[in-house]
């Protein structure tokens, strides 16, 4: 049996990873082996979020689109499967990347939560000063 050929794309945002495959097809997207509207609970803003990349080019009938996540949160894990879609989409044509990057949807948001340093409650946060 033939493998089918996909596109592959990689995105991360804060600690969550996302690694995405393209394949010719209808429309369709899965994730974690689930519908996207199931995996999300059908949070309308962040279906629709996901597939901006593929509004901007006008592809968004050509791909069905296979989504393994892992790590973060909802907000997180659909921003890393934005920057690993439009990043597949380039893969297949090269031509969309001015596109995409104007658009910033080929930017990674290097934004992570900050570690809490020894002697502090959280990352910054300190005890009350007291004078007396």
Same mark, same amino acid.
């Given at each position: 049996?033939?493998?089918?050929?996909? =596109?592959?794309?990689?995105? !991360?945002? @804060?600690?969550?990873?996302?690694?995405? !495959? %393209?394949?010719?097809? $209808?429309?369709?997207?899965?994730?974690?082996?689930?519908?996207? +509207?199931?995996?999300?609970?059908?949070? @309308?803003? %962040?279906?629709?979020? #996901?597939?901006? /990349?593929?509004? #901007?080019?006008? @592809?968004?009938?050509?791909?069905?689109?296979?989504?393994?996540? +892992?790590?973060?949160?909802?907000?997180?894990?659909?921003?890393?499967?934005? #920057?690993?879609?439009?990043?597949?989409?380039?893969?297949?044509?090269?031509?969309?990347?001015?596109?995409?990057?104007?658009?910033? =949807? #080929?930017? &990674?948001? /290097?934004?992570? $939560?900050? &570690?809490? $340093?020894?002697?502090?409650? +959280?990352? &910054?946060? &300190?005890?009350?000063?007291?004078?007396?």
């Amino acid at each position: 049996m033939a493998e089918k050929k996909y =596109f592959y794309g990689l995105g !991360r945002r @804060k600690s969550a990873t996302a690694r995405a !495959r %393209l394949y010719a097809g $209808k429309g369709t997207i899965t994730i974690n082996d689930k519908t996207a +509207s199931e995996y999300l609970d059908g949070n @309308k803003t %962040l279906l629709a979020e #996901l597939t901006d /990349p593929l509004a #901007l080019v006008g @592809k968004q009938k050509e791909y069905d689109i296979t989504v393994k996540v +892992s790590g973060g949160g909802t907000a997180g894990q659909v921003d890393a499967i934005k #920057l690993a879609i439009a990043k597949a989409i380039t893969v297949d044509a090269a031509d969309l990347r001015g596109t995409l990057k104007k658009a910033e =949807f #080929l930017r &990674r948001d /290097p934004r992570e $939560k900050e &570690r809490k $340093k020894y002697g502090l409650r +959280s990352a &910054r946060k &300190r005890e009350q000063y007291s004078k007396r």
